[in-house]
């Protein structure tokens, strides 16, 4: 197996990750809301139903993993809003170089990024920064941004040589 297809096996399980996070947000909210109307129905007997402790902590912290971790996917498949309104039309020369560029620069951008936030995420760690109800660290979660980013820009530059081949034997 080729370097390039472990990247994309690599990449399409971090996004299979997000996708997996965003279904149990989905649940939690689905559960939370369940909660607040059966609250207003037991209102009327005089009870009380909570929500869930900590909801908003969870779902902050999961939604900017599980969203990050789809953007290396839709790179290395085009799957990203780009500029092909305006490309469509362009030469097939012109439209390599823009793809060359975009890729390099948002590369170079995405590398810069995963280095800040290897900053951030041990300055958090060091300060002991934690959600305000549940408690999590929050650098735990920001470590996964860096993970993030750095997929990304390795599909960024993978995407440069052209789709992934398709990894799955079909």
Known sequence: MSLRAILVKVIDGWALLGGALLLIIVAVTAINAAGFSANVIARLWGGTVPGLPGYEDAVQMLVGVAALAMFPYAQLHSAHASVDVFMQYAPARASRIVTVLSNTVLAAILVWMAFMLVQGTLQMRADHVETTVLGWPVWMFMSS???SCALW????????????????GA
């Open 153 to 168: 820009s390795v599909a960024a530059l993978m995407a440069i040589a052209g789709p992934p081949e398709n990894t799955d």
């Open 145 to 147: 941004a860096v993970v």
